[in-house]
Nanobody, 123 residues
Framework: QVQLVESGGGLVQAGGSLRLSCSASGRTVSLYSLGWFRQAPGKEREFVIA????????HYADSVNGRFTISRDNGKNTVYLQMNSLKPEDTAVYYC????????????????WGQGTQVTVSS
């Protein structure tokens, strides 16, 4: 079992940057792929970005490619989301997630979820 806690959300103007953090706890956190999803008001939760167990592989949603980057520190059991060039359409609650593989994670088959952190981008 993995427990996840997000932090770093807030209000930022369009074009600005935010860095989200997700602290994970569990006996085998390093064996999980980690990633971020987001859910805007009135919309379904969508995949944003994910990183493999070792940190050597990543996958991005087309909407954030080139603007968002993901990294992980397995020594700290923490995953980060660096968001640059933010747009109003990035406004959402951002959720950290863990899955046994990248495929499991991105397809939301058997994910563990954090509580979410609000990101609001003003125009």
């Amino acid at each position: 079992q993995v427990q996840l806690v997000e932090s770093g959300g807030g209000l930022v103007q369009a074009g600005g940057s935010l860095r989200l953090s997700c602290s994970a706890s569990g006996r085998t956190v390093s064996l999980y792929s980690l990633g971020w999803f987001r859910q805007a008001p009135g919309k379904e939760r969508e995949f944003v970005i994910a990183i493999s167990r070792s940190g050597g592989g990543t996958h991005y949603a087309d909407s954030v490619n080139g603007r968002f980057t993901i990294s992980r520190d397995n020594g700290k059991n923490t995953v980060y989301l660096q968001m640059n060039s933010l747009k109003p359409e990035d406004t959402a609650v951002y959720y950290c997630a863990a899955g046994s593989t990248m495929v499991v994670l991105t397809r939301r088959v058997e994910n563990y979820w954090g509580q979410g952190t609000q990101v609001t981008v003003s125009s």
